[in-house]
């Protein structure tokens, strides 16, 4: 079954305007945003508390099977830091966020970020990890880089997203004629 509304994976280092990209998208557009730490706390998808990190260790079997039969229907903006996980078949476009490390560490920074967490992400950032991970698990065409250091930055990635929904929609519409 083709779905009317797509899916759309916000992904980066924490600490780059995800889930405000999302927040902002939702109230735009028609589609839900679909917090993945939110599910996974909700919904008991892990494996325990790394102390260390301060985050959840994730189970992604538990994490995919909660989301299956949702994310299937269309019409989420995913915000998560990870990517890769999610079928391609469940995904339509990938936007990658990417900021500037100075401002990333002022950000993570000002979360209270520990030491091990915050060189984590930023070493992360600076490697572009979550890019390639992305570029090596989805079609060229739906990985989509954009910038976000500042709040310009965001209206117009916000612009550009919604822009590519409306041409989604328009050749989705032509197609199940």
């Given at each position: 079954?083709?779905?009317?509304d797509?899916?759309?994976v916000?992904?980066?280092?924490?600490?780059?305007?995800?889930?405000?990209?999302?927040?902002?998208l939702?109230q735009?557009?028609?589609?839900?945003?679909?917090?993945i730490?939110?599910?996974?706390r909700?919904?008991?998808?892990h494996?325990?508390?790394?102390?260390?990190l301060?985050?959840?260790?994730i189970d992604?079997d538990k994490?995919?099977?909660a989301?299956?039969?949702?994310?299937?229907q269309?019409?989420?903006?995913i915000?998560w830091?990870?990517c890769d996980?999610?079928?391609?078949?469940?995904?339509d476009?990938?936007?990658v966020?990417?900021?500037?490390s100075?401002?990333?560490?002022?950000?993570?920074?000002?979360?209270?970020?520990?030491?091990?967490?915050?060189e984590?992400?930023?070493?992360?950032?600076?490697?572009?990890?979550l890019?390639?991970?992305?570029?090596?698990a989805?079609?060229?065409?739906?990985?989509?880089?954009?910038?976000?250091?500042?709040?310009?930055d965001?209206?117009?990635?916000?612009?550009?997203?919604?822009t590519?929904?409306?041409n989604?929609k328009?050749?989705h519409?032509t197609?199940?004629?």
């Amino acid at each position: 079954m083709a779905r009317k509304d797509p899916n759309i994976v916000i992904t980066g280092t924490p600490g780059v305007g995800k889930t405000i990209h999302c927040e902002l998208l939702a109230q735009n557009t028609d589609l839900k945003h679909l917090s993945i730490n939110k599910v996974v706390r909700e919904r008991e998808c892990h494996d325990g508390w790394d102390e260390e990190l301060k985050s959840w260790i994730i189970d992604e079997d538990k994490l995919l099977d909660a989301l299956e039969d949702q994310v299937k229907q269309g019409g989420y903006i995913i915000d998560w830091h990870a990517c890769d996980l999610f079928p391609q078949s469940w995904i339509d476009l990938v936007i990658v966020l990417r900021t500037d490390s100075t401002h990333l560490y002022d950000r993570l920074k000002a979360r209270n970020y520990a030491k091990a967490k915050l060189e984590e992400n930023i070493d992360a950032e600076i490697m572009e990890v979550l890019l390639s991970e992305a570029r090596e698990a989805y079609a060229a065409e739906i990985v989509i880089e954009l910038q976000s250091n500042e709040m310009e930055d965001m209206e117009t990635n916000v612009e550009r997203i919604e822009t590519w929904l409306k041409n989604w929609k328009r050749e989705h519409a032509t197609l199940s004629i």
